[in-house]
Nanobody, 118 residues
Framework: QAQLVESGGGLVQPGGSLRLSCAAS????????MSWYRQAPGKERELVAV????????NYPDSMKGRFTISRDNAKNTVYLQKNRLKPKDTGVYYC???????????WGQGTQVTVSS
């Protein structure tokens, strides 16, 4: 049974940093593109970052570039999101996503809450 479990969320002051982790199990992690999404209160879920299964290439929407870094450790079946210089607008629930387009499979984690506030 495929499972994604996020951790590392919490309350952080503006300008602070946070690292989220997403531990995967039940599927071949290394063959899946991994992404982080964010859903702010009252808004739709939006893409934060993607890291590809092949080559480890990363992509970020223009609005996310510069402060967020996605990485993966295939030996640990884990994907990370390093977030720096956090702003109140970064508040939301952060979700981990795994996609294998060849197999037409996708999985979501349950999300972890991040609150940026003084």
């Amino acid at each position: 049974q495929a499972q994604l479990v996020e951790s590392g969320g919490g309350l952080v002051q503006p300008g602070g940093s946070l690292r989220l982790s997403c531990a995967a199990s039940g599927f071949t992690f290394s063959s899946y593109d991994m992404s982080w999404y964010r859903q702010a209160p009252g808004k739709e879920r939006e893409l934060v970052a993607v890291i590809r299964s092949i080559g480890g290439n990363t992509n970020y929407p223009d609005s996310m570039k510069g402060r967020f870094t996605i990485s993966r450790d295939n030996a640990k079946n884990t994907v990370y999101l390093q977030k720096n210089r956090l702003k109140p607008k970064d508040t939301g629930v952060y979700y981990c996503n795994a996609v294998n387009r060849l197999l037409h499979r996708a999985y979501w984690g349950q999300g972890t809450q991040v609150t940026v506030s003084s």
